[in-house]
């Protein structure tokens, strides 16, 4: 059972585009979303994390949008750039269980 | 800082073979994880620990055993390898286990049984 369901599995989008990953939860012990980056041959690194009492959140050029009564929240990277192309993963904790599910990723390509 | 390093980078093993992938940080990070990453199922929990000494199952902990004898190191032993073990096998670490403090990721073990 996919505690974490993400979508899409793969994307594709010009230079300067915006692309949008979503991301949905049932559990409600979740109290804390990342968002993971990661390059071929590399582990995933932190990109972005928000708490379920905040609707958005900004860092530069990434942006989570939350959503807590639909369960849902999704990643947005304005002005896309073909360095961004990676595969990015969604997360949810689970404070009462230190554990982190991960949703299954979406791979992300940025075309010149 | 090295962060967290994984060894080894890749490893072939036959069925049945036992072999333990190490991982180690030098950040004095308290919660250590081990994770196994798959085409199509993201990165799925196996063990993990709060603390030296205290180690827990996570969502697929069969064939595995973990062990947290100090705070920086935290292996995985494989007891008897199956091909469905063949995978990327990631270790990480965080401050805390308590506080939404990142975990940060070694760069993988690939592993692959044959």
């Known amino acids: 059972q996919q505690q974490v369901k993400q979508s899409p599995q793969s994307l594709i989008v010009q230079k300067g585009g915006i692309p949008i990953i979503n991301c949905a939860y049932e559990n409600t012990a979740f109290d804390y979303f990342p968002w993971y980056q990661q390059f071929p041959g590399k582990g995933p690194a932190l990109l972005i994390a928000?708490?379920?009492?905040?609707s958005e959140k900004k860092e530069g050029r990434f942006t989570i949008s939350f959503n807590k009564s639909a369960k849902q929240f999704s990643l947005h990277i304005m002005d896309s750039q073909p360095g961004d192309s990676a595969t990015y993963f969604c997360?949810?904790?689970?404070?009462?269980?230190?554990?982190?599910?991960f949703g299954t990723g979406t791979r992300l390509q940025v075309t010149l | 800082n090295a962060g967290v390093t994984q060894t080894p980078k890749f490893q072939v093993l036959k069925t049945g073979q036992s072999m333990t992938l190490q991982c180690a940080q030098d950040?004095?990070?308290?919660?250590m994880s081990w994770y196994r990453q798959d085409p199509g199922m993201g990165l799925r929990l196996i063990h993990y620990s709060v603390g030296a000494g205290i180690t827990d199952q996570g969502e697929v902990p069969n064939g595995y055993n973990v062990s947290r004898s100090t705070t920086e190191d935290f292996p995985l032993r494989l007891l008897s390898a199956a091909p469905s073990q063949t995978s990327v096998y990631f270790c990480?670490?965080?401050?805390?286990?308590?506080?939404?403090?990142?975990?940060?990721f070694g760069d993988g073990t690939r592993l692959s049984i044959l």
């Open positions: 950040m004095n990070h308290e919660y």
């Open positions: 990480a670490s965080s401050y805390s286990s308590i506080s939404n403090q990142p975990q940060h």
């Open positions: 928000i708490r379920p009492d905040v």
């Open positions: 997360a949810a904790r689970d404070g009462t269980a230190s554990k982190l599910t």
